[in-house]
Every structure is written in C-alpha cells, then in structure tokens.
C-alpha cells in the first residue's frame, strides 16, 4: 500500500531497499495512518473505554440512570398493553367484537326491536365462511329481582346461547339447560339477593304505567364472575326467549346481535358486513359504545410515554455531565492526539464512542431487569389490582417485542444524540493549553 500523497516524504518506501526509512518524530501525522486506521476514532474510544474503572462514579451513574429509563418504559409498555388487552377481552366478552343493532339504538332495554331474517342469516353466512364467526342474537329487560327480604335491580340479557368468553368466567354449577327458566347469576348479585345454585328467585317486570308489574321465577343453575364490577353488578343471562316473551315480541325479533370470533375484524371486513345490511341497521364495536372506558385506557400509553420522555431526558442530561468527566480525566490524551493530527471530527466520534459503552450497558441492564421482572409477573402474578377500579385483579402482561425494540432503538439514539453538543465543544480543546499546565 502507497503511501499518501500529503505524508512526509520519508515515509515513502524505497523500492530498491525494499525497507520502510524513519522518519522524525515532528513528521509523524495520525492522517498518514488513516488508510491503515480508517476505524481508529471507534478503536481508540473502545480502548477508552475499557480502561476506565469498572466501578467508577460517572460510569455506574450513567449506566444506572439509563438502565432505569429503559426498565420504566418497556414494564410500562408491557403492562399498559396487558391491561387494554385484558379488558378489551371482558369487555368483548359480553358486547362481541361487533354488535348488530338498530340505526342509532344504545344496547340496553330501551332499543328498538329488528327482524332478522332467513335471508339476512344467509348473507352473513356467506361473508363469514373464511372466518368461522359465533352469531348470538340477545334481548334485554330490566328488572327488580327480589329473594326474602333483598330486593336488587337488575337485567336480563336474553342470549340465543351463553357466549363462549362468559363460559370460562364459572364459579360454581353448570351450564344452563336452554329454552327453560334457568339462568346464570353473577356471584355479586348472589351475595346481595343471598343465594346459591339451585335456588330460585322472582323477578318483577314493568310493562307499561297502568299495568300491574309481571312476576316470574328463575333457577340459578350457574354463578360466574368477569371482574367487570359494573357487569356483573347487573347482568344475569337468561334464554333469549324468556325477554321475547315478556316483551310480547316474535321469535325472530331481537333488540342486537353479537358477533364472536377470535380474530379481531378488519376495517374491510367491517365494510363489507355494513353494506349487506338494510338500511335500519348498523354495526357497532365496544370503542363506540363505551367511548370512557377507552378513553381512561388510552391515558395508560400517554402516562407511561411521558414517564419514558421525563427518564430519558434524565439520562440525556447524565451523559452531557459524564462525557465532561471523562473528557477532562483524558485531556492529556486528548491533546497529545490532538497535536499528533487528530481532527475534530475523529475525536468527537472517539468520544461517542466512549460514552456508547455506558448506553449499551444500561440498555443490557434495564432489558434483563425489565423482562426478569415481568416473566415473573406473567407467571406469579404477585402485583395485585382493585378489579373496582382496573377490571382485573393482578397486573397483566402484554409481550409487544415491536414495542421492546421500538423503545430501546428510541433510548439509545435520543441518549447518544444528547451527547453530540457536549462532545463536539470537548473536541475543539486546544493542545497548547492542555499540556502547558500539565
């Protein structure tokens, strides 16, 4: 390999002697070397690195700080996730990932009754073939149910077939024998109206100002608990037909119907069902008619993204404060390089080179924390929740490995792009200064 064009002379090899002259030491320039050295900046600032003290302060502060960044965020983007998923399930569990209601009616005993034909059934047969989808027609009707002296208001949800999310939720009996009088009652309501499987209850019925209310009697054959407070404090499941009799209504009438199936439903899925139904018709999914409940749920992304921003600019302002440090306990190094043709730019990358370490360390930390943390989680469930005010009764844990990856590439370069001012001011130091006061 030639030698460069602006290196000193003497570094030229003379082909007759096939040997390489010295040259004075004034004449040596690290530009010469830097077809031998092109990744010189990275292996110097690596070497750096390695050498400073395992246990030093700048260094453990750095690391720790970041470690604890990244710790925070993927707990936070782990549980947040879990949460919304968990009760996005239960809340699908008794609404469907989809609802067939009236045009503009809310599902509650107030909305208006729609008939669903044979020919409708086929349609949506034939759109829902790929996709094997649970159709469950539902009716529902408010009540007063009354056992001894305890009187509780309630509805029933009149259901062609207990929906199969609601199954898994049992906490003692069986599955109801339907059509028949038997219901499923939550275990809340069982408390308050103390009773238990196979008792039976009344339940008073309001069918207009002038009428006498209706009375009919219940058998609990099953008792089950969602966690949804709000849910179970009210519901109790009953055969559609129960409702459609105390309404006076057809067979065929019914008030929504729920859609179940265990892949969520595409936007062009959802168009092409909207499009097959008649006009009086919609399609409804539980974000539209429990927009609070959302909303709440999507303040978990935003709080932990702002704790995320808040430990990172922490660490960002560390790395400024560690880079200072090192630099100034490498200052003779730094000049001497400096002196010898080190230019501005090499010794800038040199230093983020330096300070690489300390990101990468804590990233390694706060990833083997972070995911320690929450396997154990995932397994033991030791972190309990109120399921009055979260749904769920210990903390859930979603692995959103493009959210991991996400979090850490995001850490790792706002920390590192931090560090560019304070390196690029601790690369113009001059070497005259510097090694006059040493």
Same mark, same amino acid.
């Given at each position: 390999? +030639?030698?460069?064009?602006?290196?000193?002379?003497?570094?030229?090899?003379?082909?007759?002697?096939?040997?390489?002259?010295?040259?004075?030491?004034?004449?040596? *320039?690290?530009?010469?070397?830097? %077809?031998?050295?092109?990744?010189?900046?990275? $292996?110097?600032?690596?070497?750096?690195?390695?050498?400073? %003290?395992?246990?030093? #302060?700048?260094?453990?502060?750095?690391?720790?700080?970041?470690?604890?960044?990244?710790?925070?965020? @993927?707990?936070?983007i782990a549980t947040g996730d879990g949460l919304q998923e968990?009760?996005?399930?239960?809340?699908?569990?008794?609404?469907?990932? /989809?609802?067939?209601r009236g045009y503009q009616q809310q599902p509650s005993p107030?909305?208006?009754?729609?008939?669903?034909?044979?020919?409708?059934?086929?349609?949506?047969?034939?759109?829902?073939?790929?996709?094997?989808?649970? @159709?469950?027609?539902?009716?529902?009707?408010?009540?007063?149910?009354?056992?001894?002296?305890?009187?509780? +208001?309630?509805?029933?949800?009149?259901?062609?077939?207990?929906?199969?999310?609601? #199954?898994?939720?049992?906490?003692?009996?069986?599955?109801?024998?339907?059509?028949?009088? +038997?219901?499923?009652?939550?275990?809340?309501?069982?408390?308050?109206?103390?009773?238990?499987?196979?008792?039976?209850?009344?339940?008073?019925?309001?069918?207009?100002?002038?009428?006498?209310?209706?009375? #009919?009697?219940?058998?609990?054959?099953?008792?089950?608990?969602?966690?949804?407070?709000? $849910?179970?404090?009210?519901?109790?499941?009953?055969?559609?037909?129960?409702?459609?009799?105390?309404? #006076?209504?057809?067979?065929?009438?019914?008030?929504?119907?729920?859609?179940?199936?265990?892949?969520?439903?595409?936007?062009?899925?959802?168009?092409?069902?909207?499009? *097959?139904?008649?006009?009086?018709? *919609?399609?409804?999914?539980?974000?539209?008619?429990?927009?609070? /409940?959302?909303?709440?749920?999507?303040?978990?992304?935003?709080?932990?993204?702002?704790?995320?921003?808040?430990?990172?600019?922490?660490?960002? &302002?560390?790395?400024?404060?560690?880079?200072?440090?090192?630099?100034?306990?490498?200052?003779?190094?730094?000049?001497?390089?400096?002196?010898?043709?080190?230019?501005?730019?090499?010794?800038?990358?040199?230093?983020?080179?330096?300070?690489?370490?300390?990101?990468? $360390?804590?990233?390694?930390?706060?990833?083997?924390?972070?995911?320690?943390?929450?396997?154990?989680?995932?397994?033991?469930?030791?972190?309990?929740?109120?399921?009055?005010?979260?749904?769920?009764?210990?903390?859930?844990?979603?692995?959103?490995?493009? +959210? &991991?990856? $996400?979090?850490?590439?995001?850490?790792?370069?706002?920390?590192?792009?931090?560090?560019?001012?304070?390196?690029?001011?601790? *690369?113009?130091?001059?070497?005259?200064?510097?090694?006059?006061?040493?």
């Open positions: 390999m +030639g030698a460069p064009s602006d290196c000193p002379k003497a570094w030229a090899v003379d082909k007759k002697r096939k040997t390489m002259p010295t040259a004075p030491m004034s004449q040596v *320039s690290l530009h010469c070397m830097a %077809p031998s050295w092109r990744n010189f900046s990275i $292996w110097l600032g690596w070497q750096w690195g390695k050498r400073s %003290p395992k246990l030093h #302060r700048a260094n453990g502060l750095a690391t720790a700080v970041i470690a604890a960044g990244v710790f925070t965020v @993927l707990v936070g968990a009760i996005d399930q239960k809340v699908d569990e008794f609404h469907g990932g /989809l609802q067939i107030d909305a208006l009754p729609f008939t669903w034909t044979k020919d409708l059934s086929v349609r949506f047969a034939d759109l829902l073939e790929e996709s094997p989808t649970t @159709l469950i027609s539902t009716c529902y009707k408010g009540g007063m149910a009354s056992h001894t002296s305890q009187m509780v +208001g309630a509805q029933l949800m009149g259901v062609s077939d207990l929906p199969p999310g609601i #199954r898994k939720h049992k906490t003692k009996g069986e599955l109801p024998t339907w059509p028949g009088t +038997g219901i499923w009652l939550s275990t809340t309501l069982a408390r308050e109206l103390n009773i238990d499987v196979d008792s039976t209850f009344e339940m008073y019925f309001s069918r207009d100002a002038q009428s006498l209310p209706t009375l #009919r009697y219940f058998t609990v054959q099953g008792l089950y608990e969602t966690g949804l407070v709000e $849910w179970d404090a009210q519901t109790i499941f009953c055969h559609e037909r129960q409702v459609q009799k105390l309404n #006076r209504w057809e067979p065929d009438q019914h008030q929504a119907l729920l859609l179940y199936r265990s892949a969520p439903f595409t936007d062009k899925e959802r168009e092409g069902l909207l499009l *097959s139904l008649p006009m009086e018709m *919609s399609l409804y999914s539980a974000r539209e008619d429990y927009p609070q /409940l959302y909303q709440w749920l999507d303040l978990f992304d935003t709080n932990t993204w702002i704790l995320g921003v808040i430990l990172t600019l922490v660490a960002a &302002f560390n790395a400024a404060v560690v880079i200072f440090i090192r630099i100034i306990e490498r200052r003779k190094s730094v000049a001497i390089l400096r002196t010898m043709g080190l230019s501005s730019s090499r010794l800038m990358i040199s230093i983020l080179t330096l300070f690489s370490r300390s990101i990468l $360390w804590g990233l390694l930390y706060g990833n083997i924390l972070a995911f320690s943390f929450l396997y154990l989680e995932y397994q033991i469930k030791f972190l309990p929740l109120d399921p009055q005010t979260y749904y769920v009764d210990a903390v859930p844990v979603a692995w959103n490995w493009g +959210g &991991f990856l $996400w979090a850490n590439g995001l850490i790792f370069t706002a920390v590192l792009l931090s560090s560019l001012l304070p390196a690029k001011i601790l *690369s113009k130091i001059l070497p005259s200064q510097v090694l006059r006061m040493q």
